[in-house]
Nanobody, 119 residues
């Protein structure tokens, strides 16, 4: 299963960006789609994740500012990021877990997209 992420870039503090990530390949079903980020010198951390059943988790640092959504028909997840802060600067990675056409579980990471929040 491959993940293709897009939407990163440079934005001023207080601005917004929308990330997208589309999964493709031998997919039977996707259970969880989510976003993680890795800032320079820090460990990768969960930003938000969305289960197929509609359960959503956010890290405390982005609650109220970021919104995750997904289009199950297109195996795509979105992250709307508003009121961006310099501390949101990181490489954002898409992540997914599900079941392949071989009925075996899979887990995949996208290639990462850089988000830079700076004036």
């Amino acid at each position: 299963v491959q993940l293709q992420a897009s939407g990163g870039g440079l934005v001023q503090p207080g601005g917004y960006l929308r990330l997208s990530c589309a999964a493709s390949g031998s997919i039977f079903s996707i259970e969880t789609m989510g976003w993680y980020r890795e800032a320079a010198g820090k460990q990768r951390e969960l930003v938000a994740r969305h289960t197929r059943g509609g359960n959503i988790d956010y890290s405390d640092s982005v609650k109220g500012r970021f919104t995750i959504s997904r289009d199950n028909a297109k195996n795509t997840v979105f992250l709307q990021m508003n009121s961006l802060k310099p501390e949101d600067t990181a490489v954002y990675y898409c992540n997914t877990h599900g079941t392949g056409l071989d009925l075996l579980p899979f887990g995949s990471w996208g290639q990462g997209t850089l988000v830079t929040v700076s004036s």
